[in-house]
């Protein structure tokens, strides 16, 4: 029997099969190496292969056609075992401090923790042979109580004497039911243990804060080429690095007359070969009324806005995008309470009775059925600027296919507030925000209501923010320098919200105002060099965590952690504009626009550095120290 495992096990199927795994085990190894990071890095990410002698082991005992006896042995201890390793991995979860692995397919995840011990605590005898000191240990535990800031020991030595008690509880199977039960009931109840550690969360890296992906994923602009902004400015966009536009061209310049569709303009199709060639996606929206094709008549006032010839238009358009091999969506209209309400009537914030709302609906229905059946994949998006109208377009009857909704947060105030207030009567009887006015209450909520009535969570996409030069901020005048740190705070916080895409508003001026990266005549603004720089300083890292200003969403010093494939970054910056002061220990920042910011000697004689309402980004900080505590004192 012997022999014929071993010449089983040397197989030409099981030896490919140990190649293949080797070779990726090597392929990762060597990836950390040339990171230059420690190589328990991708150990501990590489833990799934201690299951595979098992897995070999039963695929040849099959093949040997081997007795029941060995078998049902072999299933009693795995039981002991599975029930063992379900204990320690909930108490992994719960309580033990998490470690980042990296791997060639997934550049940071967290990984079960094995070697995150600090064995000084145990003198010298554990720092040079910490793995037999600590075996040892384990050897002679009679009793002892969990303490100190790392839990992870004890929790290992207190699963050496339920290992017994397990082993009794599965020779009964509804003991071991109950047991199981039990346990779970109380991982679910039991709060996580240890307080702020410092590092990030499982939760956090896998994208339950924020999107969990590179921040270069949520960076949109709105262009302006249809409104005369000139076609040289497209190697701009690579500049700043966008990753989405907003585009748009009139139903009327695709459908003249009814059924009857043209292909896209030239200059149109040039952007879109850029947009293909530099993997930028496309915001396409449809709209507006075709009164060209479906002029109004008396018995039918409405059919420039026809729903069912919207659908027929959305479909020619995905079809037309599809062929030209960019990625899209759809979004459905523009400010519909804006341009829709004047032909079908109803109030402004589509309280009933508001007949526009019920149009535009229906409008929402036909396009999602007709271009669901033309490309179930192609996503589409309602539209409105204010935070009241989805909640009408929903008790309205919005379908359940409809992939997300865009919006447009304008607000007179900083990008941290919502435009409306807890108080404010004109979206009762809806609650929009939560009463500290926060952005990300707002978006929050909303994300929550088009879950109770569409069953899912819609995608949340901002296909329109900004602010106009000269406008009034609520505390002042918005300066090209106020805007230029309004900008990043606003990707930041939307981010930090779980927005899908961000669109800033604007390019370039044209015919809105003073709202452009750029001027009409091809200035570029300060808010031109805060897009670049913020695009630079965090398109390749992800946000894993709020450090500073989650109980204050709306005022103070508000930092955000993010995490790179070599360091970890943060930006941060002071609502209320004061001077603030943040100890460097090490590391290096620059400002909103990309100038390196110089330190100053702190009281302690530190190095020290100051921030106001604009963010800076401060590179090569520490993660694990990271605390609201930490961050910043008043000048």
Known sequence: MESEFWNTLASSKVSGFLTIVASY??????????????????????????????????????KLGAGESVLARFANYL??????????????????????????????????????????????????????????????IRSFAIRGPNSYI???????????????????????????????????????WGGEQGNASASQVQGQFGSGRKFREI????????????????????????????????????EPSPGRYQEFPPALKERLAYYRQHDIGVVFLLAYSNSVAYPATREAPYRPADPEAFGRYAVEVARILRAEGVSFVLEL???????????????????????????????????????????????????????????????????????????????????????????????????????????GSAVRRLREQGQTKLGKSPEMWITEWGWPIGGNSGKGEVSEEVLAGFLPRAFIMAEAAGVQVMCWFSAQDTVDGPMGLTTNDGKRRKSYYAFKTMSEQLGDYVLVRQVGGAKHPTSGVQAFLFHGVRDDKLV????????????????????????????????????????????????????????????????
């Not at 039960?181 to 109380?186: G, M, P, T, Y």
């Open 25 to 62: 085990t090597n392929l990762e190894i060597g990836f950390v190496l040339s990171l230059d990071l420690p190589l328990v890095m991708q150990l501990t990410g590489l833990r799934v292969f201690e299951y595979l002698p098992l897995a070999l082991i039963g695929l040849t005992i099959g």
């Open 79 to 140: 039981r002991v075992y599975v029930a063992s390793e379900g204990l320690l991995a909930i108490t992994h979860v719960l309580w033990v401090l998490p470690l980042f692995g990296v791997s060639i397919f997934e550049q940071a995840r967290c990984v079960t923790p094995t070697m995150d011990m600090p064995m000084r605590l145990y003198g010298r005898k554990s720092e040079s042979r910490p793995v037999q000191f600590f075996l040892a240990r384990q050897r002679n």
């Open 154 to 192: 004890g929790w290992h030595l207190i699963s050496l004497p339920l290992f017994r008690v397990l082993r009794l509880l599965v020779s009964s199977r509804w003991a071991f039911v109950c047991a199981l039960a039990s346990v779970l009931a109380l991982a679910l109840t039991l709060p996580a």
């Open 219 to 254: 960076i949109g602009l709105q262009v302006k080429f249809y409104q005369g902004q000139p076609q040289s400015d497209l190697p701009s966009l690579s500049d700043l690095r966008v990753r989405w536009v907003r585009e748009e061209i009139g139903w009327d310049q695709i």
């Open 333 to 439: 209209w523009n400010e519909p309470h804006n341009s829709l309400r004047p032909l079908v009537g109803g109030a402004w914030n589509g309280k009933p009775p508001s007949p526009w709302v019920d149009h535009y609906v229906k409008m929402v229905r036909e396009a999602v059925k007709q271009v669901k059946s033309f490309d179930p994949t192609i996503k589409l998006l309602t539209d409105d600027d204010m935070w009241i109208l989805h909640y009408w377009f929903l008790e309205a009857g919005l379908p359940r296919e409809l992939d997300g909704f865009a919006f447009h947060p304008y607000t007179k105030g900083n990008p941290e507030e919502a435009a409306v207030d807890f108080y404010t009567d004109w979206v009762k009887p809806f609650t929009v925000v939560d009463p500290d006015r926060s952005f």
């Open 572 to 635: 941060v910056w002071n609502v209320d504009g004061s001077q603030q002061h943040l100890a460097l220990h090490g590391a290096t920042a620059i400002d909103a626009l990309g100038n390196p910011v110089s330190p100053e000697q702190g009281y302690s004689g530190g190095a020290r550095i100051s921030f106001g309402s604009a963010p800076i980004y401060v590179s090569g900080v520490r993660a694990e120290e990271m605390t609201e505590a930490s961050l910043a004192t008043p000048d």
